[in-house]
């Protein structure tokens, strides 16, 4: 069965500085990745997903995150954060073969100051 | 991307009694899921509904407390019979897209308080 850890309940950071958000996963076969943003008192919204080739995914605000096979991550990244920016941040995985469930971590509150 | 709708978007309702909920979708879908997420807490499916068959439930929940309907392609159902405070949660249905029907996209969620 696939699992996700998300090991940071909480990531602070100053507007402008580069952040990171942890994820590793575990699956038997090879995993699709997905990260989502959860915005107060409104559903998830998809960032970006990570199905095959380029280890490094683009997604919505200028996110990114990284497929590292050998370390079974997928840290979730920006270059410059926005106060914006703040919200809760899931991250989830399925296998690659057929439909299969989307398992989700325990999520992320990343908290952007001014 | 999908575009969906869920109603309503939260509600207030006392024990013993039941909601459904409502989940809108812009487009034809083949696969519908419904989520909980307890205060605080992850998303869990709850089941996946497919038109034309029964919803398949996840270990832990059973269809005598979450009945789903799906009639349609664009349209389906969640009710939270018999509720109990600890039916308190935010539900989300959501839809499958790609090319192998890996991305899910997410409603705006019901936000239920049960009393």
């Known amino acids: 069965a696939q699992s996700v850890a998300q090991p940071e309940d909480q990531v602070n950071v100053a507007e402008g500085n580069p952040l990171t958000v942890k994820c590793t996963y575990s699956v038997s076969g090879n995993p699709y990745l997905f990260w989502y943003v959860q915005y107060p008192n409104r559903g998830l919204q998809f960032l970006l997903k990570?199905?095959?080739?380029?280890?490094l995914v683009k997604g919505s605000y200028g996110f990114e995150a990284e497929f590292n096979k050998s370390q079974t991550s997928f840290h979730l990244k920006k270059p410059s954060a926005l106060v914006s920016d703040s919200a809760l941040y899931f991250c989830?995985?399925?296998?690659?073969?057929?439909?299969?469930?989307?398992?989700f971590g325990t999520g992320t509150r990343l908290l952007v100051s001014p | 991307s999908a575009v969906i709708s869920q109603k309503p978007s939260r509600d207030i309702c006392q024990r013993g009694t039941s909601l459904t909920i409502q989940c809108q979708v812009d487009?034809?879908?083949?696969?519908m899921f419904w989520y909980r997420q307890q205060p605080g807490q992850s998303l869990t499916l709850i089941a996946t509904a497919n038109q034309g068959s029964e919803a398949t439930y996840e270990s832990g929940f059973v269809i005598d407390k979450f009945p789903i309907s799906r009639p349609n392609l664009t349209f389906s159902t969640l009710t939270v019979s018999n509720m109990s405070p600890e039916d308190s949660s935010i539900y989300l249905c959501s839809v499958s897209r790609g090319q192998k029907q890996e991305t899910q996209y997410f409603g705006p969620g019901t936000r239920l308080l049960v009393l």
């Open positions: 487009s034809q879908v083949t696969m």
């Open positions: 989830a995985v399925s296998l690659n073969t057929g439909f299969q469930k989307l398992v």
């Open positions: 990570y199905i095959t080739g380029d280890n």
